[in-house]
């Protein structure tokens, strides 16, 4: 629903021209000439924003404010004065005024206003609403979302989990790889058997086969006994296998036997023993880039890639984010004397314009950090340092301007993608590949905008 706007002026000129400046941008106007005729508006109606002359006949905008303030305090004001003065302004924001605006104004600069006292106001409320509710109305099998794109993957892991598919999960790091994957079992016919999660990053190579497939006794130095491996372990249930591009490819093809046999053989020994698994498995990384540099076997790829479910990032998902904080609030206070309980509509704000590289797993950190650091609410002061950078180099970004003369474009975001580029290589040491991933890139991609730009192998 459109936000609906109160201009209150008590010159008619200055009621027309906020009228149409606010409906062209597609908000709803209604307007009054008087303070008086203002409250009586507000009484009978619900406003998002107001938009106030201060100095009227009768009742001046300051008043006006009061009366808002006491009566409605979630609904935003916007003072505008010809006559202003430090004194003023500072009454003004006293009392509650989200800004205060000097005549004669920029329009790009009061639409920059009235667009960000909207978001603070729709903030503000969404925060109070989720306040209001369980957390629980939201969740799904440890899974918290209310966005489209969460509903969508809820209504598309109910569907699969019931089947013995073997499912591919994508997604950057920290979007809840394994949530997904515990939701999967949960909601299967396997949810009272066994959920066996493993990070194949975390293995060393020369003791992966034996942790998947076990070993019988003296296989090795140190085998002084039988182990079973995680299939034998999972049998039943489900094996979840996360950042499956890690895995090896002589130890792959061993792999897809077991998938396609559904039976394993310890290591050192020469038994066969049946097993029952369903494999669900993870990634961050271009599997199928991985295939065609031949580090990945395409016949394992399309084995394991029967069912593919893609996990947004948080940044595609703001809605979420007040969600996620009060869940994330009720989690971390526990136990503790003095509990933040609630998240202010700046720090909302703030949190709403970051970009969350490290996705659901940074959001938690950085709740997690503001209850360490003993706040009763979550406000800007405790929020970390790159929080507040970016939303500050938005805001800057909304002030932009072209010269008069013009300016190329094209040269100047070329000359950021390189210094990019080069940052990266910085950061990763020159290889080349952690770079691409440190930008979100393929390899392939990066390659290609290192040779764009001239750039040889050495730099």
């Known amino acids: 629903m459109n936000a609906r706007i109160l201009i209150v002026d008590d010159e008619t000129s200055m009621r027309e021209f906020l009228s149409i400046l606010v409906e062209r941008e597609g908000y709803s106007a209604v307007t009054a000439d008087c303070a008086e005729s203002a409250l009586k508006l507000l009484s009978e109606q619900k406003f998002d924003l107001v938009i106030s002359d201060v100095n009227m006949p009768g009742l001046d905008g300051i ?8 009566g409605s305090p ?11 003065t430090t004194e003023q302004a500072v009454e003004a924001m006293k009392h509650g005024a989200y800004n205060y605006i000097s005549k004669p104004f920029k329009i790009d600069e009061i639409k920059l206003f009235i667009r960000n006292a909207i978001e603070k106001q729709q903030l503000a409320l969404e925060n109070a609403f989720l306040k ?11 899974m918290i979302g209310k966005s489209k794109k969460m509903l969508d993957l809820f209504q598309l892991i109910e569907k699969v989990a019931p089947s013995n598919a073997t499912v591919m999960i994508s997604g950057e790091s920290g979007t809840g790889k394994e949530l997904a994957s515990r939701a999967i079992h949960l909601n299967s016919d396997r949810r009272d058997k066994p959920f066996i999660a493993v990070n194949c990053g975390a293995i060393p190579e020369t003791l992966m086969e034996s942790e998947f497939f076990g070993h019988a006794k003296g296989a090795f130095t140190g085998a002084v006994g039988e182990r079973p491996g995680l299939f034998e372990q999972a049998s039943g249930g489900t094996l979840f296998l996360d950042e ?24 050192g020994g020469g038994e066969t023993r049946r097993v029952d698994v369903r494999i669900i498995t993870a990634t961050n990384r271009d599997l199928e880039q991985q295939v065609a540099e031949g580090s990945f076997r395409e016949d394992l790829f399309y084995r394991l890639n029967v069912v593919q479910i893609a996990l947004p990032p948080l940044r595609e998902r703001p809605e979420d984010i007040p969600l996620l904080v009060d869940f994330f609030l009720d989690k971390h206070s526990s136990g503790r004397v003095l509990q933040p309980h609630t998240v202010s509509a700046a720090a909302l704000e703030f949190l709403w314009a970051y970009q969350f590289p490290g996705n659901v797993r940074e959001l938690e950190n950085i709740v997690e950090r503001a209850v360490a650091l003993g706040a009763t609410e979550i406000t800007p002061d405790t929020l970390p340092p790159q929080v507040i950078r970016c939303r500050k180099v938005l805001d800057q970004l909304n002030h932009i301007d072209i010269p008069p003369d013009g300016f190329d474009l094209e040269d100047y975001l070329d000359s950021i993608e390189k210094k990019f580029l080069l940052k990266a ?13 440190l930008l979100k890139m393929t390899f392939r991609s990066f390659r290609y905008k290192l040779s764009k730009y001239g750039m040889s192998d050495d730099e």
């Open 244 to 267: 499956i591009g890690e895995v090896p490819l002589l130890l792959q093809a061993k792999l897809l036997r077991v998938i396609q046999e559904r039976e394993v053989r310890r290591v």
């Open 74 to 84: 979630e609904t935003v004001v916007m003072m505008i004065t010809a006559f202003s």
């Open 63 to 70: 008043g006006l404010l009061e009366r808002i303030k006491s």
């Open 132 to 142: 209001g509710k369980s957390v629980r109305q939201y969740s799904f099998s440890g």
């Open 425 to 437: 290589l910085e950061k990763s040491g020159g290889v080349k590949k952690r770079a691409a991933d």
